[in-house]
Protein backbone atom coordinates (compact mmCIF):
# COMPACT_ATOMS: atom_id res chain seq x y z
CA UNK A 1 0.00 0.00 0.00
CA UNK A 2 0.94 3.38 -0.85
CA UNK A 3 2.18 5.75 2.11
CA UNK A 4 0.47 8.54 2.21
CA UNK A 5 3.28 10.97 1.15
CA UNK A 6 3.30 9.58 -2.18
CA UNK A 7 -0.69 9.81 -2.39
CA UNK A 8 -0.08 13.30 -1.62
CA UNK A 9 2.37 13.79 -3.97
CA UNK A 10 0.45 12.27 -7.18
CA UNK A 11 -2.09 15.09 -6.10
CA UNK A 12 0.08 17.93 -5.91
CA UNK A 13 0.20 20.84 -7.82
CA UNK A 14 0.81 19.99 -11.94
CA UNK A 15 2.84 23.62 -12.32
CA UNK A 16 4.73 26.26 -10.51
CA UNK A 17 2.36 29.02 -11.96
CA UNK A 18 -0.72 26.96 -10.53
CA UNK A 19 1.28 26.83 -6.94
CA UNK A 20 1.91 30.75 -7.16
CA UNK A 21 -1.22 31.58 -7.46
CA UNK A 22 -2.79 28.59 -4.92
CA UNK A 23 -0.23 30.42 -2.35
CA UNK A 24 -1.05 33.96 -3.39
CA UNK A 25 -5.00 33.05 -3.17
CA UNK A 26 -4.01 31.97 0.67
CA UNK A 27 -2.28 35.55 1.19
CA UNK A 28 -4.17 37.65 -0.14
CA UNK A 29 -7.71 37.46 1.47
CA UNK A 30 -10.42 40.52 2.83
CA UNK A 31 -8.08 41.89 5.17
CA UNK A 32 -6.11 42.99 2.23
CA UNK A 33 -9.23 44.95 1.05
CA UNK A 34 -10.28 46.55 4.58
CA UNK A 35 -7.24 46.69 7.24
CA UNK A 36 -4.48 47.47 5.06
CA UNK A 37 -6.31 50.82 3.19
CA UNK A 38 -7.55 51.94 6.66
CA UNK A 39 -3.81 51.34 8.05
CA UNK A 40 -2.11 53.09 5.62
CA UNK A 41 -4.79 55.86 5.64
CA UNK A 42 -4.59 56.07 9.91
CA UNK A 43 -0.66 56.26 10.12
CA UNK A 44 0.34 58.03 7.47
CA UNK A 45 0.87 56.82 3.54
CA UNK A 46 4.88 56.11 3.23
CA UNK A 47 5.20 56.03 6.95
CA UNK A 48 3.21 53.38 6.98
CA UNK A 49 4.80 51.34 3.75
CA UNK A 50 8.23 51.77 4.30
CA UNK A 51 7.69 49.35 8.13
CA UNK A 52 5.49 47.21 6.18
CA UNK A 53 8.00 46.92 2.84
CA UNK A 54 10.76 45.72 5.22
CA UNK A 55 8.81 43.48 7.03
CA UNK A 56 7.74 41.97 3.77
CA UNK A 57 11.30 41.33 3.11
CA UNK A 58 12.20 39.77 6.49
CA UNK A 59 8.80 37.32 6.33
CA UNK A 60 9.44 36.63 2.94
CA UNK A 61 13.29 35.71 3.24
CA UNK A 62 13.00 33.54 6.40
CA UNK A 63 9.30 32.04 7.28
CA UNK A 64 7.54 31.62 3.81
CA UNK A 65 10.96 30.02 2.76
CA UNK A 66 10.65 27.86 5.43
CA UNK A 67 7.16 26.48 5.69
CA UNK A 68 7.16 25.77 2.18
CA UNK A 69 10.42 23.62 2.58
CA UNK A 70 9.29 21.62 5.64
CA UNK A 71 6.42 20.76 3.84
CA UNK A 72 8.30 20.03 0.80
CA UNK A 73 10.69 17.87 2.42
CA UNK A 74 8.38 16.29 4.85
CA UNK A 75 6.21 15.50 2.36
CA UNK A 76 3.05 16.16 4.86
CA UNK A 77 1.38 18.93 6.87
CA UNK A 78 1.83 20.32 10.07
CA UNK A 79 1.66 16.97 12.10
CA UNK A 80 3.70 15.12 9.70
CA UNK A 81 6.41 17.45 9.08
CA UNK A 82 6.61 18.62 13.00
CA UNK A 83 7.08 15.02 13.64
CA UNK A 84 9.63 14.82 11.29
CA UNK A 85 11.80 17.66 12.11
CA UNK A 86 11.83 15.89 15.95
CA UNK A 87 12.83 12.90 14.38
CA UNK A 88 15.94 14.27 12.31
CA UNK A 89 16.96 16.30 15.11
CA UNK A 90 17.25 13.25 17.66
CA UNK A 91 13.88 14.14 19.55
CA UNK A 92 10.49 12.11 19.98
CA UNK A 93 8.25 12.06 16.77
CA UNK A 94 5.53 11.79 18.29
CA UNK A 95 5.39 14.65 20.11
CA UNK A 96 6.51 16.72 17.13
CA UNK A 97 2.77 14.93 15.84
CA UNK A 98 1.08 15.85 18.54
CA UNK A 99 2.58 19.58 18.30
CA UNK A 100 1.54 19.89 14.77
CA UNK A 101 -2.25 19.40 15.69
CA UNK A 102 -2.19 23.01 17.38
CA UNK A 103 -1.70 24.60 13.38
CA UNK A 104 -4.13 22.33 12.30
CA UNK A 105 -7.05 23.36 14.81
CA UNK A 106 -5.72 27.12 14.13
CA UNK A 107 -6.36 26.91 10.52
CA UNK A 108 -10.10 24.80 10.59
CA UNK A 109 -11.08 28.00 13.01
CA UNK A 110 -9.68 30.31 10.94
CA UNK A 111 -11.69 28.88 8.20
CA UNK A 112 -14.75 28.56 10.32
CA UNK A 113 -14.68 32.50 10.74
CA UNK A 114 -13.91 33.31 7.28
CA UNK A 115 -16.22 31.46 5.82
CA UNK A 116 -19.12 33.43 8.27
CA UNK A 117 -17.47 36.34 6.40
CA UNK A 118 -17.70 34.69 3.18
CA UNK A 119 -21.60 34.20 3.46
CA UNK A 120 -21.56 38.27 3.82
CA UNK A 121 -19.54 38.71 0.62
CA UNK A 122 -21.47 36.06 -1.37
CA UNK A 123 -24.62 38.07 -0.35
CA UNK A 124 -23.32 41.43 -1.10
CA UNK A 125 -21.87 39.87 -4.62
CA UNK A 126 -25.92 39.13 -5.18
CA UNK A 127 -27.03 42.63 -3.99
CA UNK A 128 -24.01 43.92 -6.24
CA UNK A 129 -25.42 42.19 -9.29
CA UNK A 130 -29.47 42.80 -8.57
CA UNK A 131 -28.41 46.35 -8.12
CA UNK A 132 -29.37 46.19 -4.38
CA UNK A 133 -26.56 47.99 -3.19
CA UNK A 134 -26.64 50.75 -6.05
CA UNK A 135 -29.99 50.98 -5.02
CA UNK A 136 -29.36 52.24 -1.26
CA UNK A 137 -27.36 55.53 -2.77
CA UNK A 138 -26.23 57.25 0.13
CA UNK A 139 -28.40 57.08 2.90
CA UNK A 140 -26.36 55.87 5.71
CA UNK A 141 -29.26 54.56 7.73
CA UNK A 142 -30.40 51.65 5.00
CA UNK A 143 -26.93 50.66 4.83
CA UNK A 144 -25.45 50.56 8.14
CA UNK A 145 -29.07 48.51 8.89
CA UNK A 146 -28.37 46.63 6.15
CA UNK A 147 -25.13 45.35 7.34
CA UNK A 148 -26.31 45.02 10.73
CA UNK A 149 -29.13 42.79 9.84
CA UNK A 150 -26.86 40.47 8.10
CA UNK A 151 -23.91 40.74 10.50
CA UNK A 152 -25.52 40.95 13.95
CA UNK A 153 -22.89 41.37 17.14
CA UNK A 154 -23.74 39.47 20.30
CA UNK A 155 -21.18 40.05 23.47
CA UNK A 156 -20.20 36.42 24.12
CA UNK A 157 -20.65 33.04 22.68
CA UNK A 158 -23.24 31.62 24.54
CA UNK A 159 -24.84 35.04 23.61
CA UNK A 160 -24.33 34.10 20.05
CA UNK A 161 -25.65 30.68 19.53
CA UNK A 162 -29.01 31.68 21.61
CA UNK A 163 -29.39 34.51 19.15
CA UNK A 164 -28.70 32.21 16.48
CA UNK A 165 -31.24 29.65 17.35
CA UNK A 166 -33.81 32.23 18.49
CA UNK A 167 -33.45 34.18 14.83
CA UNK A 168 -32.63 31.42 12.61
CA UNK A 169 -29.43 33.64 11.61
CA UNK A 170 -29.78 36.14 9.18
CA UNK A 171 -27.60 35.01 6.92
CA UNK A 172 -27.63 31.17 7.34
CA UNK A 173 -28.43 30.66 3.37
CA UNK A 174 -24.72 32.49 2.22
CA UNK A 175 -22.94 31.09 4.93
CA UNK A 176 -24.09 27.57 3.01
CA UNK A 177 -23.83 28.79 -0.29
CA UNK A 178 -19.88 29.76 0.75
CA UNK A 179 -19.20 26.41 2.33
CA UNK A 180 -21.39 24.48 -0.63
CA UNK A 181 -18.77 26.58 -3.23
CA UNK A 182 -15.63 25.54 -0.91
CA UNK A 183 -16.50 22.11 -0.58
CA UNK A 184 -17.20 22.10 -4.14
CA UNK A 185 -13.60 22.88 -5.17
CA UNK A 186 -11.57 21.29 -2.74
CA UNK A 187 -13.65 18.06 -3.74
CA UNK A 188 -11.78 17.29 -7.10
CA UNK A 189 -8.70 17.28 -5.40
CA UNK A 190 -5.44 19.39 -5.00
CA UNK A 191 -4.78 19.63 -8.67
CA UNK A 192 -8.41 19.21 -10.33
CA UNK A 193 -9.87 21.88 -7.53
CA UNK A 194 -7.41 23.98 -5.71
CA UNK A 195 -4.92 24.82 -8.79
CA UNK A 196 -7.31 25.10 -11.49
CA UNK A 197 -9.60 27.39 -9.42
CA UNK A 198 -6.74 29.68 -8.27
CA UNK A 199 -5.76 30.24 -11.88
CA UNK A 200 -8.96 31.42 -13.00
CA UNK A 201 -9.77 33.50 -9.47
CA UNK A 202 -6.75 35.38 -8.97
CA UNK A 203 -6.01 36.67 -12.36
CA UNK A 204 -9.48 37.90 -12.28
CA UNK A 205 -8.98 39.24 -9.13
CA UNK A 206 -6.29 41.74 -9.86
CA UNK A 207 -7.85 42.26 -13.04
CA UNK A 208 -10.77 43.57 -11.37
CA UNK A 209 -8.54 45.61 -9.02
CA UNK A 210 -6.54 47.10 -11.70
CA UNK A 211 -9.66 48.16 -13.49
CA UNK A 212 -10.92 49.49 -10.14
CA UNK A 213 -7.45 51.43 -9.63
CA UNK A 214 -7.38 53.02 -12.92
CA UNK A 215 -10.57 54.10 -12.79
CA UNK A 216 -9.98 56.34 -9.80
CA UNK A 217 -7.40 57.73 -11.65
CA UNK A 218 -9.74 59.95 -13.94
CA UNK A 219 -12.23 60.16 -11.15
CA UNK A 220 -12.74 63.60 -9.92
CA UNK A 221 -11.78 64.60 -6.01
CA UNK A 222 -9.06 61.58 -5.96
CA UNK A 223 -5.86 63.84 -5.92
CA UNK A 224 -5.43 64.42 -2.22
CA UNK A 225 -5.79 60.87 -1.87
CA UNK A 226 -2.85 60.09 -3.80
CA UNK A 227 -0.93 62.85 -2.43
CA UNK A 228 -1.58 61.38 1.14
CA UNK A 229 -0.49 58.30 -0.13
CA UNK A 230 2.80 59.07 -1.35
CA UNK A 231 3.17 61.63 1.68
CA UNK A 232 6.26 60.59 4.31
CA UNK A 233 6.69 62.11 7.90
CA UNK A 234 10.29 61.21 9.03
CA UNK A 235 9.08 61.43 12.78
CA UNK A 236 6.16 59.50 12.30
CA UNK A 237 8.72 56.95 11.77
CA UNK A 238 10.26 56.98 15.33
CA UNK A 239 6.40 55.74 16.39
CA UNK A 240 6.55 52.07 17.49
CA UNK A 241 2.96 51.79 16.80
CA UNK A 242 3.40 51.83 13.36
CA UNK A 243 6.24 49.59 13.28
CA UNK A 244 3.90 47.18 15.44
CA UNK A 245 0.77 47.26 13.23
CA UNK A 246 2.92 47.17 10.15
CA UNK A 247 4.46 43.83 11.39
CA UNK A 248 1.19 42.72 12.40
CA UNK A 249 -0.47 43.63 9.13
CA UNK A 250 2.57 41.70 6.97
CA UNK A 251 2.57 38.65 9.48
CA UNK A 252 -0.89 37.83 9.09
CA UNK A 253 -1.41 39.06 5.54
CA UNK A 254 1.70 36.74 4.20
CA UNK A 255 -0.56 33.45 6.09
CA UNK A 256 2.78 32.31 8.01
CA UNK A 257 0.78 30.15 10.67
CA UNK A 258 2.86 26.71 10.35
CA UNK A 259 -0.11 25.30 8.42
CA UNK A 260 -1.04 26.16 4.90
CA UNK A 261 2.21 27.22 3.47
CA UNK A 262 3.51 23.60 5.17
CA UNK A 263 0.56 21.99 3.56
CA UNK A 264 0.94 23.21 0.16
CA UNK A 265 5.01 22.98 0.53
CA UNK A 266 3.76 18.82 1.28
CA UNK A 267 2.29 18.86 -2.67
CA UNK A 268 5.20 20.58 -4.58
CA UNK A 269 7.89 18.92 -6.43
CA UNK A 270 11.33 18.82 -6.10
CA UNK A 271 12.01 21.33 -9.15
CA UNK A 272 10.14 24.05 -7.97
CA UNK A 273 12.45 27.00 -6.38
CA UNK A 274 11.56 28.06 -3.07
CA UNK A 275 13.22 31.52 -2.90
CA UNK A 276 11.60 32.60 -6.16
CA UNK A 277 8.61 30.91 -5.12
CA UNK A 278 8.54 32.99 -1.90
CA UNK A 279 9.37 36.14 -3.14
CA UNK A 280 7.11 35.98 -6.05
CA UNK A 281 3.76 35.45 -3.72
CA UNK A 282 4.94 38.48 -1.66
CA UNK A 283 5.17 40.81 -4.06
CA UNK A 284 1.69 39.06 -5.41
CA UNK A 285 0.53 39.23 -2.11
CA UNK A 286 1.80 42.87 -1.61
CA UNK A 287 0.79 44.45 -4.93
CA UNK A 288 -3.17 43.31 -4.14
CA UNK A 289 -3.04 45.14 -0.94
CA UNK A 290 -1.89 47.95 -3.18
CA UNK A 291 -4.24 47.95 -5.15
CA UNK A 292 -6.88 47.86 -2.71
CA UNK A 293 -5.22 51.02 -1.18
CA UNK A 294 -4.99 52.66 -4.71
CA UNK A 295 -8.80 51.91 -5.18
CA UNK A 296 -10.06 52.83 -1.59
CA UNK A 297 -8.33 55.97 -0.31
CA UNK A 298 -8.25 57.63 -3.47
CA UNK A 299 -12.50 56.75 -3.40
CA UNK A 300 -12.90 58.13 -0.10
CA UNK A 301 -11.08 60.82 0.09
CA UNK A 302 -12.91 62.33 -2.85
CA UNK A 303 -16.11 62.52 -0.63
CA UNK A 304 -13.80 63.68 2.04
CA UNK A 305 -14.63 60.28 4.32
CA UNK A 306 -12.36 59.25 7.42
CA UNK A 307 -11.11 55.66 6.61
CA UNK A 308 -10.46 55.87 10.26
CA UNK A 309 -13.55 53.87 10.80
CA UNK A 310 -11.89 50.37 9.95
CA UNK A 311 -12.90 47.07 10.43
CA UNK A 312 -15.30 44.49 8.10
CA UNK A 313 -17.35 47.94 7.92
CA UNK A 314 -15.41 49.70 5.24
CA UNK A 315 -15.68 46.92 2.77
CA UNK A 316 -19.68 46.68 3.50
CA UNK A 317 -20.50 50.21 4.94
CA UNK A 318 -18.45 52.99 3.85
CA UNK A 319 -17.04 52.33 0.67
CA UNK A 320 -21.13 52.15 -0.36
CA UNK A 321 -21.97 55.40 -0.48
CA UNK A 322 -18.94 56.82 -2.14
CA UNK A 323 -18.64 54.15 -5.08
CA UNK A 324 -22.87 54.86 -5.37
CA UNK A 325 -22.03 58.58 -5.78
CA UNK A 326 -20.21 58.11 -8.82
CA UNK A 327 -23.07 57.92 -11.27
CA UNK A 328 -23.43 55.51 -13.88
CA UNK A 329 -20.48 53.59 -13.55
CA UNK A 330 -21.24 52.91 -9.70
CA UNK A 331 -23.34 49.59 -10.28
CA UNK A 332 -20.16 47.91 -12.31
CA UNK A 333 -17.74 49.72 -9.68
CA UNK A 334 -19.95 47.81 -7.34
CA UNK A 335 -19.79 44.34 -8.86
CA UNK A 336 -15.80 44.72 -9.70
CA UNK A 337 -15.25 45.62 -5.79
CA UNK A 338 -17.48 42.37 -3.97
CA UNK A 339 -16.43 39.84 -7.24
CA UNK A 340 -12.83 40.68 -6.65
CA UNK A 341 -13.22 40.19 -2.22
CA UNK A 342 -15.52 37.48 -3.10
CA UNK A 343 -12.50 35.40 -5.24
CA UNK A 344 -9.95 36.81 -2.57
CA UNK A 345 -11.64 35.15 0.39
CA UNK A 346 -12.41 32.07 -1.44
CA UNK A 347 -9.19 31.41 -2.81
CA UNK A 348 -8.28 31.84 1.47
CA UNK A 349 -10.96 30.25 2.82
CA UNK A 350 -9.54 27.01 0.67
CA UNK A 351 -6.29 27.37 1.72
CA UNK A 352 -7.60 27.48 4.89
CA UNK A 353 -9.61 24.03 4.71
CA UNK A 354 -6.87 22.08 3.08
CA UNK A 355 -4.84 21.96 6.41
CA UNK A 356 -7.33 20.01 8.76
CA UNK A 357 -8.46 18.08 5.32
CA UNK A 358 -4.26 17.10 4.65
CA UNK A 359 -4.48 15.74 8.54
CA UNK A 360 -7.57 13.22 8.41
CA UNK A 361 -6.17 12.10 4.94
CA UNK A 362 -2.66 11.54 6.43
CA UNK A 363 -3.23 10.82 10.23
CA UNK A 364 -6.84 9.35 9.74
CA UNK A 365 -6.18 7.85 6.28
CA UNK A 366 -9.17 9.64 5.17
CA UNK A 367 -10.70 9.51 1.24
CA UNK A 368 -10.18 12.49 -0.46
CA UNK A 369 -13.73 13.18 -0.25
CA UNK A 370 -14.91 11.81 3.19
CA UNK A 371 -12.29 14.43 4.65
CA UNK A 372 -13.22 17.16 2.59
CA UNK A 373 -16.99 16.03 4.15
CA UNK A 374 -15.92 16.00 7.71
CA UNK A 375 -14.47 19.43 7.67
CA UNK A 376 -17.07 21.29 5.71
CA UNK A 377 -19.78 19.59 7.67
CA UNK A 378 -17.87 20.42 11.00
CA UNK A 379 -17.49 23.51 9.56
CA UNK A 380 -20.42 24.31 8.59
CA UNK A 381 -22.32 24.04 12.11
CA UNK A 382 -19.82 26.17 14.01
CA UNK A 383 -19.54 28.70 11.24
CA UNK A 384 -23.91 28.87 11.94
CA UNK A 385 -23.40 29.23 15.55
CA UNK A 386 -21.14 31.42 16.22
CA UNK A 387 -22.31 34.29 13.20
CA UNK A 388 -22.79 37.00 16.03
CA UNK A 389 -19.63 36.98 17.71
CA UNK A 390 -17.20 36.02 14.33
CA UNK A 391 -15.29 39.42 15.33
CA UNK A 392 -14.26 38.02 18.93
CA UNK A 393 -13.48 34.17 17.14
CA UNK A 394 -11.48 35.53 14.75
CA UNK A 395 -9.43 37.64 17.43
CA UNK A 396 -8.88 34.98 19.40
CA UNK A 397 -7.36 32.33 17.10
CA UNK A 398 -5.35 35.26 15.15
CA UNK A 399 -3.91 36.14 18.77
CA UNK A 400 -3.49 32.96 20.89
CA UNK A 401 -3.30 30.17 18.40
CA UNK A 402 -1.99 31.32 15.02
CA UNK A 403 1.54 32.92 15.63
CA UNK A 404 2.27 30.08 18.15
CA UNK A 405 1.71 27.80 15.22
CA UNK A 406 4.29 30.43 13.44
CA UNK A 407 6.60 29.70 16.13
CA UNK A 408 6.91 26.11 16.52
CA UNK A 409 7.70 25.47 12.81
CA UNK A 410 10.09 27.81 13.04
CA UNK A 411 11.16 26.33 16.01
CA UNK A 412 11.29 22.92 14.56
CA UNK A 413 12.97 23.99 11.48
CA UNK A 414 15.41 26.00 12.62
CA UNK A 415 15.94 25.03 16.08
CA UNK A 416 15.24 21.09 16.08
CA UNK A 417 15.74 20.06 12.29
CA UNK A 418 19.82 19.30 11.74
CA UNK A 419 21.26 22.56 10.04
CA UNK A 420 22.23 20.47 6.85
CA UNK A 421 18.77 18.82 6.73
CA UNK A 422 17.14 22.47 7.03
CA UNK A 423 20.17 23.78 4.30
CA UNK A 424 19.35 21.12 1.49
CA UNK A 425 15.34 21.51 1.68
CA UNK A 426 15.57 25.28 1.45
CA UNK A 427 18.42 24.99 -1.74
CA UNK A 428 16.45 21.54 -3.67
CA UNK A 429 15.24 22.87 -6.93
CA UNK A 430 17.38 26.41 -7.22
CA UNK A 431 19.91 27.00 -9.35
CA UNK A 432 22.19 28.90 -7.16
CA UNK A 433 23.05 28.12 -3.26
CA UNK A 434 20.98 29.54 -0.65
CA UNK A 435 22.49 32.56 0.67
CA UNK A 436 24.43 32.41 3.53
CA UNK A 437 22.69 34.35 6.24
CA UNK A 438 19.68 32.57 5.36
CA UNK A 439 20.11 30.15 8.05
CA UNK A 440 21.18 32.41 11.16
CA UNK A 441 18.50 35.20 9.97
CA UNK A 442 15.52 32.63 10.25
CA UNK A 443 16.82 31.38 13.98
CA UNK A 444 17.72 34.46 15.78
CA UNK A 445 15.16 37.06 13.59
CA UNK A 446 11.95 35.39 12.67
CA UNK A 447 11.66 33.18 15.53
CA UNK A 448 11.98 35.63 17.96
CA UNK A 449 9.93 37.73 15.61
CA UNK A 450 7.02 35.19 16.10
CA UNK A 451 7.65 35.16 20.19
CA UNK A 452 7.11 39.39 19.62
CA UNK A 453 3.73 38.70 17.47
CA UNK A 454 2.04 36.54 19.94
CA UNK A 455 3.75 38.52 23.01
CA UNK A 456 2.15 41.81 21.54
CA UNK A 457 -0.53 40.25 20.19
CA UNK A 458 -1.88 39.53 23.83
CA UNK A 459 -0.76 42.97 25.34
CA UNK A 460 -2.66 45.07 22.36
CA UNK A 461 -5.52 42.87 21.86
CA UNK A 462 -4.39 41.88 18.62
CA UNK A 463 -1.81 43.37 15.89
CA UNK A 464 -2.90 41.89 12.55
Not at 288 to 309: C, E, F, H, R, T
Request: charged share 10%; proline share 4%; net charge neutral.
Amino acid sequence: MKNMSTVHKQDGFKSQWGFIMAAVGSCVGMANVWRFPMLVSRYGGLTFLLPYFLFAFIICQSGMMEELSLGRWAGSGPSGAFGKAMENGGRSRKIGERLGILPVIGSLCLAIGYSVIMGWVFYYAKMAVTGELTAMGQDMNVIGETFSAVAPEADNLIQAVQMTFETGGANNLWIIVGIAVSFLIMIMGVSGGIEKSCKMMIPVLYALFIALAVFMIFTPGTGAGYQYIFSLDPAGLLNPEIWVYAFGQCFFSLSVAGSGSIVYGSYLDDKVKIRRSAVVCAVLDTSAALLAMLIIIPAMASVGADLGDGGPGLMFIYVLPVFNSMGTMARIIVIFFYVAILFAGLSSVINLFETPINFLQEQLHMKRWKATAVIHGFGLIIALMIQPWTSQWMDTVSIYILPVGALTAGIMFFWIMKKDAAVAAVQLGADRPVMEWFYPFGRYVFVPLCVLCFVLGIAWGGIG
